[in-house]
């Protein structure tokens, strides 16, 4: 996107970091970095359970953006299935709530799009 600032992490990274940042007592740098950028792209949601402290600082980074700056999650997991990521009820909720305001929704399907190139090689292989 020329002209934007546009951030990509992975969301057990971006958690592992906001994790270090409290730590070094430098998390509300750090959300606010985040909130900073025009959109803030995390892949992978929906895969590891995140412990409630990450979760919570996850939320912090929704939070920070909401209504100002656009997120893009990818995700193989339908929100039915975030409780397994976010443990907390009412947190799952409120995230699911956060992303979705406003939002759009885009389903691509369930076909993997790496096993897709991965038989389509093996077909390009055998003739």
């Known amino acids: 996107m020329v002209g934007h600032r ?3 992490a992975l969301a057990a990274k971006l958690v592992n970091e906001l994790v270090e940042a409290a730590d070094e007592k430098q998390l509300s740098k750090t959300i606010a970095r985040y909130g900073r950028v025009d959109l803030l792209c995390i892949d992978e949601l929906g895969y590891l359970e995140l412990d ?11 939070t920070e953006r909401e209504e100002k700056n656009s997120v893009a999650i990818a995700s193989n997991e339908s929100f039915g299935g975030w409780t397994k990521t976010f443990t907390d009820p009412r947190l799952c909720a409120a995230i699911v709530d956060r992303l979705t305001f406003n939002g759009a929704i ?4 369930t076909e993997s799009y790496r096993l897709a190139q991965t038989k389509a090689k093996q077909q390009q292989a055998k003739k």
């Open 6 to 8: 546009v951030r990509y």
């Open 52 to 62: 409630r402290r990450g979760a919570e600082m996850l939320f912090q980074v929704l």
């Open 106 to 109: 885009i389903e691509t399907g």
